[in-house]
């Protein structure tokens, strides 16, 4: 049986969600409950359910907040550090650079690939895929003789909701027994980025620490290069991004 690796995580926790005014005017909003819990508890207990326990949250607006609510992460059999963004934040790719989720909470460097979460949705998708997924590139990259074949990304992707109909990507099928590649936004059959992604150190390379910088130009360059593979998730997802939203959720 191949040896799966071991992998860190990291939950995107600093946004200031406008959206979500006036409730995120007093918490942040991935202390918003839904169904009776914060809605960041539901994805550190699932990070910790699949085995991972290294997990890193970058924090700004109401982040002392956070922290005090998860501490060191005991409580849910894990490790957590905890990346503080100045006011504004760092956008998302710049708050990944800036946390180095591929450093545990001794310094240690993990080459493996790392998971991230959006602290903002709410979803059953199983965490554990994330090690099946890193342990499949490491695989891919030992026996790769090309080194741009090497994937640098693989994005979860899922049905487009109402309020974003357009859908961000396309999903090329498998062929060969190799992942599916992402693709450009088709005309039709368009799928959106969940917000669940499995990456290498490597795709954050080019930016500098405390760097401003959005995670959507180093998607679409890997997108590009054929070095992004996904997957469609066709279970439990949901964008939290509005009152009426949460309402709606808290209601199922």
Sequence with gaps: MATRPIMHAMVLAAGRGERMRPLTDTTPKPLLRVKGRPLIDWHLQAISNAGITQIVINLAHLGDQIRQHIGNGDRFGVKVRYSQEPVGAL???GGIAAAQPWIDDRGQHNPSPFLVVNADIFTDWPMAQALEIAGEWMRASTAASNSLQRPRCHLILVDNPSHHAQGDFG?????????ARVTGRPEHGSLTFSGI????PKLFASIAPGERAALAPLLHRAVAEGRCTGSHYR??????????????????
Excluded: F, I, K, S
């Excluded at 999903?171 to 992942?179: D, F, R, S, T």
């Excluded at 992604?197 to 290498?200: L, R, T």
């Excluded at 279970?235 to 199922?252: F, I, M, S, Y």
């Design 171 to 179: 999903l090329a099928p498998a062929v060969h027994g190799q992942p």
């Design 235 to 252: 279970g439990l997802w949901c964008d939290v991004g509005t009152p009426e939203r949460l309402a709606q959720l808290n209601q199922t």
């Design 91 to 93: 956008e998302t790719g």
């Design 197 to 200: 992604g499995v990456y290498d």
